[in-house]
């Protein structure tokens, strides 16, 4: 039966004998079922296992343990040119002596498709990427961002039902990524085919992907669309790894339905709304962004924390302050710089309130 999924990871487990002999657990127990039509991201930092994920998908490595299912079929014992996916890695390697339409047509040509139908896919697959009429070029004729894009046609040229795409934009600098990033995600919408994208980079996760996966240590902590994953992290490490997160550590002293009461020994007492359920004396930390943080002179409504200014940074769109409070904890405040009035709130040394709503923060445990 066709499933509504493009892939699924089943429990899936990756091992690697390491060179001194140990068992290295590069994916382990991952599942995740991936929608059709979706742009999905596997996010982590290096060596979480990103990479091993896509190459299972791919078929170019065998799990230890689980299954890899496409559309619903089990492709566990399926060779990797057979399974209906394509990838593109970071290293696009287009062979330097052919010319683009060679390049893109290639794989076409292996197959046995006659040149007039060749030549008429590769014109398509180049009007795909926005390069038309550039069939006859060599790969050194062309810069950084077009080489990428024809790696992107040689990949689409077979109408694969996943594309996979390891870091394809690592190698670009930074102005044209984020123009390939948009690019990316217009083209995935056009064409419909479903992409799983491995970065290590967080804003470009947010932007292109319709969902993420948050891993760390070959385990997916956290598989959510953007804005839950950016407004609710499911632990510290995806609240600290996806933008900027103040951690506050402290004690629950009690709870009354949704209003958790926290003692921040030597800071002060914050009430946080929650669903969970939290027991006396329980150790957490109050995780709360920067931006939900503002300074004050005065207490006002909700949570007042009273600290000094350590740390004033203009960063032009913002500024930054660094607060310290009575007990151990500090702050990140960030304050943006949309009116005169609010540049330069407070200089370092100023004695101020830190205040923030019941509903900003995470109460996290783990
Ligand atoms: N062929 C291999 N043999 C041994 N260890 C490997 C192999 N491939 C990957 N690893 C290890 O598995 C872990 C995950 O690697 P990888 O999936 O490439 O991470 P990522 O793509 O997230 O940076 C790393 O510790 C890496 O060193
Ligand atoms: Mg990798």
């Known amino acids: 039966m066709a499933s509504e999924f493009a892939v699924e990871m089943q429990d899936v487990v990756k091992q690697f004998v390491t060179p001194e002999g140990g068992i290295l657990s590069a994916v382990n127990h991952v599942t995740m079922q991936i929608k059709d039509g979706e742009f999905f991201s596997l996010l982590g930092p290096s060596g979480c296992g990103k990479t091993t994920s896509l190459r299972m998908i791919a078929g170019l490595e065998l799990p230890t343990d689980g299954k890899i299912l496409i559309h619903g079929k089990d492709v566990s014992q399926v060779s990797a040119f057979q399974r209906p996916v394509n990838t593109v890695f970071q290293q696009y390697a287009l062979f330097p002596h052919m010319t683009v339409e060679q390049n893109i047509g290639f794989g076409l040509e292996m197959m046995g498709v006659p040149r007039a139908e060749r030549s008429k896919r590769v ?186 200014v350590e740390e004033v940074i203009y960063i032009g769109t913002d500024t930054h302050y660094g607060v310290r409070f009575a007990g151990s904890h500090k702050a990140r405040v960030r304050e943006q710089n949309a009116t005169q009035a609010n540049k330069e709130i407070a200089k370092s040394g100023d004695e101020v309130t830190v205040s923030f709503t019941r509903t900003s923060p995470r109460i996290l445990t783990e």
């Open 123 to 308: 014109s398509e697959a180049l009007a795909m990427v926005r390069l038309p009429g550039i069939e006859m070029r060599k790969p050194n004729q062309l810069s950084g961002g077009q080489q990428q894009r024809i790696a992107l046609a040689r990949a689409l040229i077979n109408k694969p039902e996943v594309l996979l795409l390891d870091e394809p934009l690592g190698a670009l600098d930074l102005k044209l990524r984020k123009e390939m990033q948009l690019e990316l995600k217009t083209l995935q919408r056009e064409v419909g085919i479903t992409f799983i994208y491995v970065t290590h980079d967080q804003e470009e996760a947010l932007t292109m992907s319709d969902r993420i996966a948050v891993m760390s240590n070959g385990v997916a902590l956290q598989i959510d669309q953007p804005e839950e994953i950016y407004e609710r992290p499911a632990t510290k490490f995806v609240a600290d790894f996806i933008g900027e997160t103040n951690f506050l550590d402290g004690v629950v002293r009690g709870q009354n339905g949704r209003d958790v009461e926290i003692d921040l020994p030597g800071s002060g007492t914050v009430h946080i709304e929650s669903s969970r359920t939290f027991t006396t004396g329980q150790q957490v930390s109050v995780a709360v962004r920067p931006e939900k943080l503002t300074l004050k002179k005065e207490a006002q409504g909700g949570n007042n924390l009273k600290g000094r």
